[in-house]
């Protein structure tokens, strides 16, 4: 019998629901079909992958996909290890349409051999929001004492928080949930806004979800080593060690996870003060880097989490994994782009500032990265003058610059404003009201205000008022004009290339990340999953050249959409410049190429920058 993939269709309107099949073939997961399903019905989707279940590890993200509040295009995003649990609902993939007609839970179970049982539950969600530990831990603890005797095993809880009511950023978060209590390894839909959209499209506030249904997932682990060993002459688990050795601990650097590898290999290409360490010379930012950054802020993040005991610091998102990858302090786990945005970025060089900047976000269900490059934003527009405090409805002043910084206090400062900026944008004090997103905001300030103020704003602009703030790494590419930015849809290595191959090689990245989020799969596997997954699915479904052929034409379709806007920030254009002289004067890179862009920036940057932009595009649509 032909294997199907089951979608459950939930109209959050009137509570009817349907069970649809899609065979295998002209659909293959999460990604295609919520690209159909969004096409449609403009449907909000979650599921899982075909190997969700199965033997092989990382296999069990739950990857949201739909027209993105914040993007103002097709959008994915995925969560680790939430996949585990929905697997046992029976299903691949739940689309969302219509809106409650009052702020609601939705409830989803299932017991073996009998139908999901599906509910929408209002929601009284001032009060639950303002209760407990409050925002988005409070609606998981809420919808957990309401309906965790109805599950055998334990559920999982999508939560969003006050964010995606007041912003186009909120984001889904989740925790696993270990005999009946809340872990505090939350994990993250973040990047896309589908916090937002859930709740302002569908009026939900969070998803809870699980069940006992039993389905037939790959278990073989004596042939599956088989396959490891005819490809790599290494077991499963032993190339999956080697390939995830960065995000557990990496014996030579000493650190592990995203925040201490990053960091410990970040040099000069730090980004601090709202991307103005840029215009500093080398040894000034390796200064900043080693004082601050590596004898500090990392110094705490080794000795608090690196070198505890691991059975405290080193926790997994849910499903049995051996990279370990979520690194804990208490309540506390580290990332390095969210520690990156409202860390350095931010002017905040502390673990105990960095914790309570972040952790209120959290609470508040922001995305990380995109409300960290906000912050650090509306700081330095604060600290020039171009918006007073009253206008932005905080009582402190923000530091940004190396000068008379003290690394403990000073963060704490800037810590304690990014939480007064956080709560004026939840309440819309003086001009923050981001209903529209910050990019409509800052054009609108910059009416009265003047350019200069937009020009501080690092994002990639898309469509009438989609934006992002671009992944945190000192590179042209995470500035590329995809049709998706903000995840690592594009080429992200610190190198120079001629910008219509840079165009080429975002693309080729996509096409190879699109497999994992067809398939379900967390990246950090990537070392070997890019390579085998298509193998896998050949030898487990017959079709490996067309889950191939699939994700090629899904990246060309998501790519005719593609409808990015040059950059709108001058900021933007000083990011690329100043990374081009860095590739010559850091990186000894002589060519050619390099002196001729550097030249045409420097004699002039508008249409040196508009050039460059296009040849990276045109790199992009010719290979998509």
């Known amino acids: 019998m032909e294997t199907q993939l089951k979608v459950l269709h939930v109209d959050a309107a009137s509570g009817f629901y349907k069970i649809e099949r899609f065979p295998i073939g002209p659909f293959f997961g999460p990604v295609d079909l919520g690209l159909h399903l969004a096409g449609k019905h403009n449907a909000l989707s979650f599921g899982t992958g075909l190997l969700c279940g199965s033997i092989f590890p990382g296999s069990n993200r739950l990857v949201f996909s739909g027209f993105s509040p914040c993007w103002g295009g097709f959008y994915i995003s995925s969560m680790g290890g939430a996949g585990l649990v929905f697997d046992n609902l029976g299903i691949n993939l739940c689309a969302i349409r219509g809106k409650a007609g009052t702020p609601s839970l939705l409830y989803l179970n299932r017991t073996h051999g009998e139908e999901v049982e599906v509910e929408i539950v209002p929601m009284d969600v001032d009060r639950v929001w303002s209760s407990g530990r409050g925002g988005v831990y409070a609606v998981m603890a809420e919808a957990l004492w309401r309906f965790s005797e109805r599950y055998k095993e334990d559920p999982r809880v999508l939560a969003v928080g006050p964010a995606a009511r007041s912003s186009d950023v909120g984001a889904v978060v989740s925790v696993p949930i270990v005999k009946g209590e809340l872990t505090f390894v939350d994990t993250w839909a973040g990047r896309g806004g589908f916090g937002s959209k859930l709740f302002q499209e569908h009026g939900l506030v969070g998803v809870i979800y699980g069940g006992t249904y039993l389905d037939e997932d790959f278990r073989d682990r004596k042939v599956a080593n088989e396959w490891f060993e005819q490809k790599y002459n290494k077991k499963m688990v032993t190339k999956d060690m080697d390939a995830t050795v960065k995000y557990r601990h990496d014996p030579d650097l000493d650190t592990g996870g995203t925040f201490g590898v990053n960091y410990k290999k970040m040099g000069g290409k730090l980004l601090a003060f709202n991307y103005r360490s840029i215009y500093m010379s080398e040894d000034e930012r390796k200064s900043l880097q080693q004082t601050f950054v590596h004898d500090h802020y990392l110094k705490q993040f080794n000795e608090e989490i690196i070198n505890a005991p691991r059975s405290e610091s080193f926790k997994n998102c849910g499903e049995p994994c051996v990279a370990l990858c979520k690194k804990m302090r208490g309540e506390f786990k580290k990332d390095y782009e969210p520690y990156q945005c409202m860390g350095p970025l931010s002017g905040i060089f502390d673990q105990r500032a960095a914790e309570k900047l972040n952790h209120h976000a959290d609470m508040l269900g922001f995305d990380g990265i995109s409300i960290g490059g906000v912050i650090s934003w509306l700081m330095e527009c604060q600290s020039e003058g171009l918006l007073t405090k009253a206008e932005l409805g905080v009582t402190l002043e923000p530091v940004l610059t190396q000068e008379g910084f003290d690394v403990v206090a000073t963060s704490m400062n800037n810590a304690q404003l990014g939480v007064e900026l956080l709560d004026s944008i939840i309440a819309k ?102 390579e085998m997954l298509p193998e896998i699915i050949g030898t487990l479904y017959g079709k490996q050249a067309e889950f191939l052929s699939n994700v090629s034409d899904t990246a060309s379709r998501i790519g005719s959409r593609n409808a990015a806007v040059y950059w709108e920030s001058a900021r933007n254009v000083d990011f690329v410049l100043k990374a081009l002289e860095r590739f010559r004067d850091v990186g000894g890179n002589n060519s050619g190429a390099l002196a001729e862009w550097i030249d045409a920036f420097t004699k002039d940057p508008k249409e040196a920058a508009l050039n460059y932009w296009f040849e990276i595009r045109k790199g992009i649509e010719e290979t998509l």
């Open 429 to 530: 004090r003086g001009v923050l009201d981001m209903s529209e997103g910050p990019r409509q905001m800052a054009k609108k300030l910059g009416k009265q205000k003047g350019q200069t103020l937009l020009d501080r704003f690092v994002y990639c602009a898309n469509a009438r008022r989609g934006w992002m703030v671009p992944n945190q790494y000192w590179t042209p590419g995470v500035l590329s004009p995809m049709p998706i930015m903000g995840k690592y849809y594009m080429h992200y290595a610190d190198e120079f290339l001629p910008p219509r191959e840079l165009g080429r090689k975002d693309a080729e990245r996509m096409r190879k990340e699109l497999v994992l989020d067809q398939a379900g799969y967390c990246r950090f596997h990537r070392g070997w999953a890019e």
